[in-house]
Every structure is written in structure tokens, then in C-alpha cells.
């Protein structure tokens, strides 16, 4: 019995190191670090300009421009930012994306601390951001099979993923102690200094030892052409766009309510809302740490369809919360089904992915995810001015829990199944 005993905990020790073990990489490691101090500085500001926005107009009309205004030049500069990510250098162009991004948070704090900032600005420079994000995204999510190589794409992916929710567990905490001691500027700052942070982690990687992008000399029109040409290929990326598609735009539209949530619906305050976001954020973290774990990695359209339609059913009875301790709850089951759905069909198309096409494939996967999400921003604003906060995210549930339920349906009757080995 000792003997089953220590050679079952020495399973688990080794299986709890397999699930880091990109890290024994050292310019994952840099880069995961500098990522870290990044994304928290990015959900602390994207969380500080909600609550501005909201303070300035009281209007959930204007929370869904304030989103559609960010995300939607992914859905119209997408395609040519994955064409870019194909053919040009990624880590000088990685560093030249955050610098603009450190700049449009300065320009952010100066004019709040200049109390001079107004709506329009604000919408002019989410949209400035939003235009970066529209490059740097499948730049950066390429360039992630650059630094490890394809064989540990899989743990690699899901430790960043596991690390970009952890930073939204801390980012709108952090976000909340902020404001309310010194205002939204003060996280407009904090934001440039992890840009800052990012830029000298990317300056200290070894760049002999990672795999250079082929330089292309197609033209950009032609080299988004061959990548809807790869995609129309993908039996199994044609529905994991779609199911993307349908979480982003239908299932994705509570985020944006969640200021109007914490306030109105909660009878809270900028302290609530940081917690409610952190919720949603530790089952995130959860998720992309159990998906980290899994050493095989089969039927991965299927599990993120099944994860999808919890993830539905637990919005659905987050509308309907009675109060902010079940809504917390309800938020970390979302998040964990969040993560693991989009976190498979993000690995699912970077394997599926020829070598030369992935900054194509995934700016793909970001259209889907970031793009499309504007137009359910803007419909909730509308929708919960109309009906209610509540009542808004009740509906969105049903409706991506039968669009869901449908595509999981289409994904066991074509027997889709990609296997990764061990």
C-alpha cells in the first residue's frame, strides 16, 4: 500500500510539473513574465474607462459604444493584421505595437488629470487602441509557436491563457482600490508603466533562438485570400469560428452591462464591480489551468461546445440573481467555461494551422472573438435600456445555449476529432 501510495503522489507531482513545462523554456518564461505586468495594467484600465464612461454618462447605451468603439477595427483590420503577422519580423513589430499602446494611455491620463477629458475623447482613443489591438493580437498569439515551437503549443497557450485570466482577476481589484483612492488616472498610468515592462521583457529575449517568420512578397490582398482559402479547408475551423461568434456576440454581451450590474442592479459601487469582474476572472484562471493539466487533448470542438452550453445555462441564472452572492458564484462557473471553450478552439487552430499561415488563422479566431463582439455591445446597450440589465442577460443565454446546443450537435454528428500526442 506505501509503495501504490508514493508512486501515485509522484504521478501527481510529475503531472503537476508537465503542466508547466514551457517554462523550461527562458524566453517563455521573459515573456510570460512581462505579459503578466502587461495584462494587468490592460484589465485595470479597460475596467477604469467602463467606470469613467459610466460616470460621465450614466448610460448603458454609451458602455456598448465604449466596447464597439474598441473592438471593432479587429473586425475590419483583422484579416490584414493576421497578412502582416505572416510576413514580417513579430517581435520587432510586437515591440512597436506596445509602444503605441504606452502612448495612448499616457494621452488618457493627461487629460484626466488635466480634468479635461470628454466622451468624444475617450471613444477616439479606445477606437486608437482598438486599431492597435487589431495587429498586435494575432501577431503576439503567433508569435507565442515562435518562442516554444509547436510540440508544447498546447501548454504554452493554456499558461498564457491561465495568465491573461489571472491578470483579469487582479487587474479590476487593483482597478477598484485605485479609482477609489485616486481616480481613474492614476490607473491610466499604471497601465503605461506595465507597457513600459513589456517592451524590456521583449527586449531581453535571445533572438537567435527563435524561429524567424519567412519574409513573404505576396501582396496583402493575396495573402488574405489564401487564408479564407485555408479556412473554407477546416471542416472543424469553420464551426469553432462559429461558436466563437456566437459567444462573442451573444454570450459575451453581459460584460458590458456589468457596470449598470454593480450599480443598479446590486446597489454597489466601483469596489462591487472589481469583484464581480475577479469572480468571472478566477473561474477563468481556473479553466486555463485544467486545460494546462490535460496531456491529451482529443475532441477539443466537443468539449468546447459542451462548455459552451454551461456556460449559457449559467448565464441565464445570472440574469435572473437575486443578489450579488449567487451572481458571484455564477460569474466564476462562466468564466471557467469560458476559458476552456475558447482556450480549445484556440489551440485547436493554431495545430490545425500550416507553419506560414497561422498569424493568418488565428487573426481568424481574433475577428471572431474580439470583432464581432461590438455589434452584441452596442444591441445590449440598447436592449437593457429597453428591458433591464437583467432581463437582457436572461435572453442573451437562451439564445447562445440553443446556437451552442446546435453547434456541439453539428460537432458529433461529423465525428470531429483532433488528437495531439502525448
Known amino acids: 500500500m506505501c509503495a501504490e501510495s508514493h508512486e501515485t503522489n509522484v504521478a501527481t507531482a510529475e503531472s503537476g510539473w508537465s503542466a508547466l513545462r514551457a517554462f523550461r523554456s527562458r524566453n517563455f518564461s521573459i515573456y510570460f513574465a512581462g505579459q503578466l505586468v502587461s495584462m494587468i495594467g490592460t484589465w485595470s484600465q479597460m475596467l477604469a474607462v467602463s467606470w469613467l464612461v459610466w460616470r460621465l454618462t450614466g448610460s ?65 482613443l479606445c477606437a486608437a487602441l482598438g486599431t492597435i489591438y487589431a495587429f498586435e493580437m494575432p501577431m503576439r498569439q503567433a508569435f507565442l509557436a515562435d518562442l516554444v515551437g509547436k510540440e508544447e503549443l498546447l501548454n504554452a497557450t493554456s499558461l498564457v491563457n491561465g495568465m491573461t485570466h489571472a ?73 469553432s469560428i462559429a461558436l466563437i461568434a456566437v459567444l462573442a456576440g451573444i454570450g459575451m454581451q453581459f460584460t458590458t452591462l456589468m457596470p449598470m450590474f454593480a450599480d443598479e442592479v446590486f446597489g454597489g459601487g466601483i469596489v462591487q464591480l472589481g469583484w464581480l469582474m475577479a469572480a468571472s476572472s478566477a473561474g477563468s484562471l481556473c479553466g486555463a489551468l ?48 469560458f476559458t476552456v471553450s475558447f482556450s480549445s478552439m484556440g489551440t485547436l487552430m493554431q495545430i490545425e494551422a500550416p507553419e506560414n499561415m497561422r498569424g493568418r488563422m488565428m487573426s481568424l479566431y481574433t475577428m471572431a472573438y474580439v470583432g464581432i463582439g ?7 446597450g440598447f436592449v437593457a435600456r ?37
Open 374 to 380: 461590438p455589434i452584441g455591445y452596442v444591441t445590449a
Open 386 to 422: 429597453a428591458i433591464g440589465a437583467q432581463a437582457t442577460v436572461a435572453v442573451s443565454g437562451v439564445l447562445c445555449v440553443m446556437a451552442s446546443g446546435w453547434i456541439l450537435l453539428k460537432a458529433r454528428e461529423k465525428g470531429l476529432r483532433v488528437i495531439v500526442g502525448e
Open 290 to 337: 485544467w486545460l494546462a493539466a490535460r496531456r491529451n487533448s482529443e475532441r477539443l470542438l466537443a468539449l468546447a461546445a459542451k462548455c459552451a452550453v454551461v456556460f449559457s445555462a449559467a448565464l441565464i441564472s445570472f440574469g435572473i440573481s437575486p443578489s450579488i452572492y449567487p451572481a458571484i458564484c455564477l460569474l466564476a462557473v462562466m468564466g471557467f467555461c
Open 167 to 239: 491578470s483579469r482577476v487582479l487587474g479590476p481589484v487593483v482597478a477598484g482600490i485605485v479609482v477609489a483612492w485616486k481616480g481613474e488616472a492614476a490607473c491610466f498610468l499604471l497601465n503605461a508603466a506595465a507597457f513600459l515592462a513589456f517592451i524590456l521583457a521583449l527586449s531581453l529575449l535571445d533572438r537567435g533562438s527563435i524561429a524567424a517568420a519567412r519574409e513573404r512578397v505576396e501582396p496583402i490582398v493575396e495573402c488574405i485570400r489564401e487564408g479564407l482559402q485555408q479556412l473554407r479547408m477546416i471542416r472543424d475551423a469553420r464551426l
Open 60 to 124: 448603458p447605451i454609451w458602455l456598448g459604444v465604449t466596447g464597439f468603439a474598441m473592438q471593432l477595427p479587429t473586425l475590419i483590420l483583422g484579416l490584414a493584421g493576421g497578412a502582416i503577422a505572416d510576413r514580417y519580423d513579430r517581435l520587432g513589430a510586437l515591440r512597436v505595437a506596445q509602444f503605441l499602446a504606452m502612448l495612448q494611455a499616457l494621452a488618457l491620463a493627461w487629460l484626466a488629470l488635466t480634468h479635461s477629458i470628454a466622451l468624444w475623447q475617450v471613444m477616439l
